[in-house]
């Protein structure tokens, strides 16, 4: 089994999910975009997963191969019924492709937050075997304004209606952070415009309380992950039957 990875800065990589599949032998072919690796034919991927990045969806002037991400990533879902799962900017990119709207938020939600899963997310796949309400890291600035046609909202934020999409049996999609390691906190804040954005929502100095509190909560991020990855991974088996 194969998956195709798509960065858009090489700090924001699947985390735990890399060490999940490893265990299962699936391997992993990295596209990194903003370093100009092209996106390859995806007929021999077995699902892709998008992550985050510092860039928002409509900056195609700045990064054009966001018009070409879109449109493999639409390719890959619409098309080829390829399992999917993004999170934060992979989030954003699946609603855009797929026809919503993403827009800036009037305030940026960043932190060590809830969702809450409404009653779509508690019958998802994606989400069973978790509580309604998720602790998440938030770090993003943007967000879903408008869901695609046909797709389902499966959790909101007192900051955020859209924190997580389903579009068919097995593309997902979650503005928050639930794949995180010990080093995501600090290799983030290494990047000026992350921590930037950190300081401003939460004050100087809030990068290192902000880790703290993210080590405090990682054994609970880590059972997340595993349960959400394990029921994608079950969504994946039932697309192949």
Same mark, same amino acid.
């Given at each position: ?8 800065? *090489? ?11 490893? *265990?299962?032998?699936?391997? !992993?072919? /990295?596209? =990194?975009? &903003? ?9 021999? %991927? ?11 969806? #409509? ?8 018009? /070409?991400?879109? /449109? ?6 619409? &098309? ?14 699946? @609603?855009? @492709? !797929? ?17 809450? +899963? ?20 938030? #770090?993003?600035? @943007? ?6 046609? &046909?797709? $389902?909202? !499966? ?5 955020? @209606?859209?924190?997580?999409?389903? %579009? ?10 639930? =794949?995180?390691?010990?080093?995501? $906190? ?9 921590? =930037?954005?950190? =300081? ?6 809030? +990068? ?5 509190? /993210? ?20 969504? !994946? ?5």
């Amino acid at each position: 089994m194969k998956f195709i990875v798509l960065q858009h800065i *090489n700090v924001e990589h699947p985390g735990i999910f890399r060490d999940f599949m490893k *265990n299962d032998g699936i391997g !992993l072919d /990295t596209i =990194e975009l &903003d370093e100009g690796d092209p996106i390859p034919e995806m007929d021999g %991927y077995d699902a892709m997963i998008v992550m985050g990045g510092p860039m928002d969806t #409509w900056e195609e002037e700045i990064h054009p191969w966001l018009i /070409t991400e879109k /449109t493999a990533i639409r390719h890959a879902i619409m &098309d080829l019924k390829m399992p999917y799962l993004g999170f934060c900017l992979g989030h954003q990119l699946m @609603a855009a @492709a !797929l026809g919503g709207t993403v827009g800036k938020m009037a305030r940026p939600e960043v932190g060590i937050l809830d969702i809450e +899963l409404n009653t779509a997310g508690q019958s998802s796949l994606l989400f069973s075997g978790l509580p309604d309400r998720i602790k998440t890291l938030q #770090w993003h600035g @943007a967000e879903v304004t408008e869901p695609p046609p &046909d797709s $389902v909202i !499966l959790a909101r934020s007192p900051l955020c @209606a859209i924190q997580a999409l389903q %579009y068919g049996d097995t593309a997902f999609s979650m503005q928050c952070h639930i =794949e995180i390691t010990d080093t995501t $906190v600090t290799d983030w804040g290494k990047v000026p415009v992350y921590k =930037e954005s950190l =300081e401003q929502t939460l004050g100087d100095g809030s +990068l290192e309380i902000l880790n703290d509190e /993210t080590l405090q909560n990682m054994t609970d991020f880590n059972h997340s992950a595993r349960i959400i990855y394990n029921n994608f991974m079950q969504a !994946l088996k039932r697309h192949s039957e």
